[in-house]
């Protein structure tokens, strides 16, 4: 099982990117999918999550509303479209397989994508 993050970059702020998380040798449509990012110096961190039922989770405030989660079953892939970004998103993300809950914690995630890097800068 292998996870692939694409579509990051730099960004100004106000902007937006979507970024993807394909998946070989699983059937993403029945697992659930967490995104996490880490920024520069600190901890990696939960954003949000989707479980199989398509029902989505965030960990904070800071993201609901500006950040989505999708899924297309047929490119076997989940999408993170983040929208009016801010300097505070820049970080490396990563997506994860795993159980989508309440916390979004790393420790509930056992596959991982090697993360693609944002930068929200002007």
């Known amino acids: 099982v292998q996870l692939v993050e694409s579509g990051g970059g730099l960004v100004q702020p106000g902007g937006s990117l979507r970024l993807s998380c394909a998946a070989s040798g699983v059937r993403l449509r029945y697992q659930d999918i967490g995104w996490f990012r880490q920024a520069p110096g600190k901890e990696r961190e939960g954003i949000n999550c989707i479980d199989s039922d398509n029902f989505t989770r965030f960990a904070g405030d800071s993201e609901e509303g500006r950040f989505t989660l999708s899924r297309d079953e047929a490119k076997n892939s989940v999408y993170l479209q983040m929208n009016d970004l801010k300097p505070e998103d820049t970080g490396v993300y990563y997506c994860?397989?795993?159980?989508?809950?309440?916390?979004?914690?790393?420790?509930?995630?056992?596959?991982w994508g090697q993360g693609t890097q944002v930068t929200v800068s002007s």
């Open positions: 994860a397989m795993g159980i989508c809950t309440e916390s979004v914690s790393l420790h509930d995630y056992e596959i």
